[in-house]
C-alpha cells in the first residue's frame, strides 16, 4: 500500500495502540481567540474521535497562526486514519 503526500506510516501489529505525535501546522484567521479541535478520522469508515482540544490566539487576520504540540491517542483496531486539526469557534475579537 502506497499513500502519496504522507508525512508518517505507523504499522503494528498488536493493539490498541498508544501513539504519540506531535501537531505542526497553521491557519490564517481573523485576530482574536479560537478553539480548535484535533481528530483521528477512520479513512475507511470516516469515524472520528476527537483527540484534544486547545485555544490559540491570532494576533493579525493577516499572518498565519502556528499551532504545534505534542499528543497522543488510543488506536484500537488496524486501519488507515489521519489526524485533522479544524478551527471550531471564535472565543473572541
Known amino acids: ?18 501513539y504519540k505525535f506531535q501537531i505542526v501546522s497553521g491557519f490564517r484567521m481573523p485576530k ?4 480548535i479541535e484535533i481528530l483521528l478520522v477512520n479513512a475507511a469508515t470516516r ?8 485555544t490559540v490566539e491570532s494576533k493579525s ?7 504545534f504540540g505534542e499528543s497522543g491517542v488510543t488506536i484500537n483496531e ?3 486514519y489521519f489526524v485533522n486539526v479544524l478551527e471550531i469557534y471564535v472565543l473572541s475579537f
Open 1 to 18: 500500500l502506497i499513500i502519496k503526500n504522507q508525512f508518517i506510516a505507523v504499522f503494528w501489529k498488536k493493539y490498541p495502540l498508544q
Open 32 to 35: 482574536g481567540k479560537h478553539k
Open 47 to 54: 469515524e472520528e474521535k476527537i483527540i484534544d482540544t486547545a
Open 61 to 67: 487576520s493577516f499572518l498565519t497562526t502556528p499551532i
Open 78 to 80: 488496524p486501519g488507515i
